[in-house]
């Protein structure tokens, strides 16, 4: 079993620029695809960015390509996303997901594993 937790989220401003963290525990996550979701109020959980094991293959939604930079540090057992220039729409709960087996996934489902979310609200 792999628990993951993430951190990092809050209410900032638009333009901002926040990192959030996802740490696990239980086991090792550098063989892991990792991914980030968001859910905002009323709306199905969306894909947001993936990476694959070793830090390989990271992949983007269009609509945060450029702005947000996903990593892995395999030492600390965590992966990170980075957030810039945060606008208003990228507000929601972000999730990270673990994915045990294949290769870099955009869909939800694939995904074994995941932590309980943290809240971000960009104000305009």
């Known amino acids: 079993q792999v628990q993951l937790v993430e951190s990092g989220g809050g209410l900032v401003q638009a333009g901002d620029s926040v990192r959030l963290s996802c740490s696990a525990s239980g086991r090792t996550i550098s063989n892991y695809v990792m991914g980030w979701f968001r859910q905002a109020p009323g709306k199905e959980r969306e894909f947001v960015a993936t990476?694959?094991?070793?830090?390989?293959?990271?992949y983007y939604a269009d609509s945060v390509k450029a702005r947000f930079t996903i990593s892995r540090d395999s030492t600390k057992n965590t992966v990170y996303l980075q957030m810039n220039s945060l606008k208003p729409e990228d507000t929601a709960v972000y999730y990270c997901?673990?994915?045990?087996?294949?290769?870099?996934?955009?869909?939800?489902?694939?995904?074994?594993?995941w932590g309980q979310g943290t809240q971000v609200t960009v104000s305009s």
């Open positions: 990476i694959g094991w070793s830090g390989s293959r990271p």
């Open positions: 997901g673990a994915r045990r087996l294949g290769i870099v996934s955009t869909s939800a489902a694939d995904y074994d594993y």
